[in-house]
């Protein structure tokens, strides 16, 4: 079974007050929140193969603080079709490869990106919408036919209450 999550950012710093928003870093609370992510999905007993981030540095440091909590920073890798902007085929066709070796597989990336590609994979004709909030795990199962069924949208929220203490 090919197995995938999927989770947006946290919260990171104010859109447009970096030059460059590629470089825009995580929030102490961004960190903080990811963190209980991490913790959450160990509870969860969700060990990804893989954990996938676009090479963004929100979600390079999302997806590297989760790693560590989850004990697998060596599955870390960056995955450019997980980029701002990308073509939803070519995540899926990424992810399918990286499918090859195993699962499952964790992948960290952005809105509207996400919603966008989630929405192709589970609605036939296009017409479902998802909007992924910041800090939100997704779990689907990928098809042969490339289609996905969705098992799971776990909020920030919850993902904080099931990673605290």
């Known amino acids: 079974m090919r197995e995938l999550y999927l989770m947006r950012h946290g919260q990171a710093g104010v859109r447009g007050s970096y030059e460059d928003d590629r470089l825009r870093p995580l929030t102490e609370e961004g960190r903080k ?70 699962g499952p597989i964790l992948a960290v990336g952005h809105e509207p990106d996400l919603g966008l590609f989630i929405s192709s994979l589970i609605s036939a004709d296009g017409s479902a919408r998802m909007r992924v909030k910041k800090g939100a795990l997704i779990h689907l199962r990928l098809l042969q036919s490339g289609e996905a069924t969705l098992r799971a949208l776990i909020p920030p929220r919850i993902l904080d209450q099931l990673g605290a203490d």
Request: negative net charge.
């Open 33 to 102: 929140r990811s963190v209980l992510a991490g913790r959450a999905l160990k509870r969860l007993e969700i060990k990804p193969r893989l954990i996938f981030t676009s090479p963004l540095v929100r979600t390079h440091q999302t997806a590297e603080i989760v790693a560590n909590e989850l004990g697998l920073s060596q599955q870390l890798k960056t995955l450019d079709s997980l980029a701002i902007g990308s073509d939803p085929g070519d995540l899926l066709r990424d992810l399918i490869e990286a499918f090859e070796e195993g």
